[in-house]
């Protein structure tokens, strides 16, 4: 799988969008961009995943670039409760073979 | 519908004793998955059931750990003879078969502590 690199450490304003990036420019074309998060122990969430296409669902956004090296996790109206520890996750996820592999993470801090 | 849950939440045993964990996945899901997060290290996979076989057992740290899934419904991952370095959390997460890139849903976590 793919590597990801992301920073450690960000803070939002609550009620401001959050903007995660992530690199992973040695992605192929047959793998997919997850992002997971963990609430101060508790067990990972899944956030949203994509392809090539941005997609969004009732949590997030996620924008991919063209050349799929990067991306961007948006969290459109930031609350408290989206204080946690981001993972952005590339996987094949073919079938059979869908384990995740999680690296450091971006420590999201929102501001009251 | 209830999620997956792990047993115990919290255990705290004695090095060189035996610790079984205990996952029950989300009804109809073939695939069960084992992570561990050590102190201050990344969650790292362990392995991985679908129904009852182990599709990709790669992540076990050695032969102290044994997981099963009798029948295909939950699992139990022991530990024995636990040592200090075991300490940690350790997540089951369950998706389900014949899907593509679908959601891996998670555990709340036992947290393990080997005095």
């Known amino acids: 799988d793919a590597k990801t690199t992301q920073p450690p450490s960000m803070d939002c304003a609550e009620g401001r969008a959050a903007n995660l990036p992530c690199n992973h420019s040695t992605i192929s074309g047959n793998e997919y961009v997850y992002w997971y998060r963990q609430i101060h122990s508790q067990g990972p969430q899944y956030i949203i995943h994509g392809l090539k296409n941005n997609e969004t669902n009732e949590m997030a956004s996620l924008i991919i670039t063209e050349d799929r090296k990067s991306s961007t996790l948006i969290l459109p109206h930031a609350t408290l409760r989206d204080t946690a520890v981001y993972y952005c996750i590339v996987t094949e996820g073919w079938w059979g073979n869908e384990k995740l592999t999680f690296g450091t993470g971006t420590r999201l801090t929102i501001i009251p | 519908e209830a999620g997956v849950t792990q047993f115990p939440s919290h255990s705290v045993i004695e090095k060189g004793q035996t610790v079984t964990l205990r996952c029950d996945p989300i009804?109809?899901?073939?695939?069960l998955y084992w992570y561990r997060r050590v102190m201050g290290k990344e969650i790292k996979f362990l392995l991985h059931f679908v129904k009852e076989s182990k599709q990709d057992e790669s992540g076990m740290p050695n032969n102290r750990f044994l997981a099963e899934r009798t029948g295909g419904t939950y699992s139990t991952l022991k530990v024995q003879p636990a040592e200090l370095e075991d300490s940690g959390v350790y997540f089951c997460?369950?998706?389900?078969?014949?899907?593509?890139?679908?959601?891996?849903?998670f555990g709340q976590g036992t947290r393990l502590t080997v005095v």
């Open positions: 009804s109809g899901h073939d695939n």
């Open positions: 997460a369950s998706s389900q078969e014949g899907q593509r890139n679908t959601e891996a849903f």
